[in-house]
């Protein structure tokens, strides 16, 4: 960070994996608010600041542990996150398998009613 400076705090700002946890995001925001500033412009804090308030407003589950959640309960719930879009997913990829089938299904007859006449 110190040798990036503004570069690297901005792309830290950026990864959503940063915002995962309260000790996370402490260590951001103090990297944040140590990066050089020899214009006084205040840039990196305030960009830190603006994806905060950011994250607050279309990202709570990111700050979930703020509201007294442990990191486990926040886990585990991400955990049933994941389960049920892989149930999702594989209904979906039944259907794919089913859909492609009767298209296979639909030009064969079509093929085989053109050819036979």
């Known amino acids: ?7 690297a705090a901005y792309a830290l700002i950026e990864n959503e994996s940063a915002w995962r946890n309260a000790k996370t995001r402490e260590a951001l925001r103090q990297a944040c608010w140590g990066v050089p500033d020899p214009r006084s ?9 603006q994806q905060e ?20 309960v926040a886990e585990a719930s991400d955990l049933t996150e994941l389960r049920q879009l892989r149930q999702q997913l594989t209904g979906l990829q039944r259907t794919l398998s089913e859909t492609r089938m ?13 050819f036979v006449r």
Do not use: K, N
Not at 1 to 7: E, K, L, N, Q, S
Not at 41 to 49: F, H, N, R, T
Not at 102 to 114: M, P, S
């Open 1 to 7: 960070m110190a040798r990036d400076g503004a570069v």
């Open 102 to 114: 009767l298209v296979i299904l639909g030009v064969a007859a079509a093929l085989v009613a053109y």
């Open 41 to 49: 412009g205040m840039l990196v804090p305030q960009a830190y600041s």
């Open 53 to 72: 308030q950011a994250m607050r407003e279309c990202s709570s589950r990111w700050l979930a542990d703020e509201d007294h959640i442990s990191e486990d």
